[in-house]
């Protein structure tokens, strides 16, 4: 079991710039993000019934780095606070 | 008085006879965790690990796969078909390569689609330290084939699952 955070739905783009975090063309705020990085991913889109799913810890090579298109389907569980 | 004496002390004895039964047949899921459980203690390695240990324990691994086993995991571009005798081998030459190895699982969902056939999805997590000092910490969905050979049950086929595409 993975825990991650969702940061687009079905039919969004996520592109990573710099580090920064874009959806639909529009850079997300992520005060949750600890750590600087200087990720760079070109824009996808995320598919029917999926979700995109990054973790919090970023200071690592963006090869390293876990994250990526699930299927709605494998979320288990949400955060209780 | 008496009766409820007896009673009481047939219902104990009922009692330790299943909790008996239960030791010594373990349901065929227990069998199946049994060889995960093996699986990561001879996968696994500490610091201080002696040449004899490690040999014992390749040796080991072997013994839980199948006489041919099908394997696919593409980040490692180990796929295909191998014989229990090349897992050992990979897994000791792999084993070489790091100082502290951990292997655990979690999250085990066992079905049995057909007689002596157990399909298990399970989550393997590697943690360790390479020769060179660097830190592993790798989380991995697995969908594993086993096939009960002989009374047991050994590793036909491993697939790490694409769980999340870049």
Redesign the interface.
């Known amino acids: 079991?993975?825990l991650k955070r969702v940061v687009a739905r079905e039919g969004e783009q996520v592109e990573f710039r710099d580090g920064k975090l874009f959806v639909d063309g529009k850079e997300i705020e992520e005060p949750y993000v600890r750590y600087p990085c200087s990720w760079n991913?070109p824009p996808?889109g995320v598919e029917q019934d999926g979700i995109y799913?990054v973790g919090d810890n970023r200071n690592m090579p963006i090869e390293n780095h876990?994250?990526?298109?699930?299927s709605k389907k494998?979320i288990m569980g949400v955060p209780l606070w | 008085m008496v009766k409820i004496r007896y009673l009481l002390i047939g219902v104990l004895m009922v009692i330790v006879g299943i909790v008996i039964a239960i030791t010594l047949f373990p349901s065929e899921e227990k069998r199946v965790k049994k060889q995960f459980h093996l699986l990561s203690e001879w996968v696994s390695k500490s610091p201080e690990e002696n040449a004899f240990t490690m040999l014992q324990k390749m040796k080991n691994i072997g013994s839980l796969f199948d006489a041919h086993c099908e394997l696919k995991v593409p980040d490692q571009s180990l796929s295909g078909t191998y014989t229990r005798e090349e897992i050992s081998t990979y897994a000791g030459s792999a084993r070489s390569h790091v100082s502290k190895l951990d292997l655990k699982f979690y999250d085990f969902d066992i079905a049995f689609p057909e007689k002596g056939v157990a399909k298990v999805t399970i989550t393997a997590r590697l943690t360790g330290k390479s020769t060179a000092g660097e830190e592993m910490d790798e989380t991995r969905e697995l969908e594993c084939l086993l096939r009960k050979i002989e009374k047991k049950w050994l590793f036909s086929q491993i697939e790490v699952v694409e769980v999340l595409k870049k």
């Not at chain 1, 876990?66 to 699930?70: L, P, R, S, T, V």
Request: hydrophobic share 55%; proline share 0%; glycine share 10%.
């Open positions: 079991m993975l991913l996808r799913v876990h994250f990526g298109q699930a494998r």
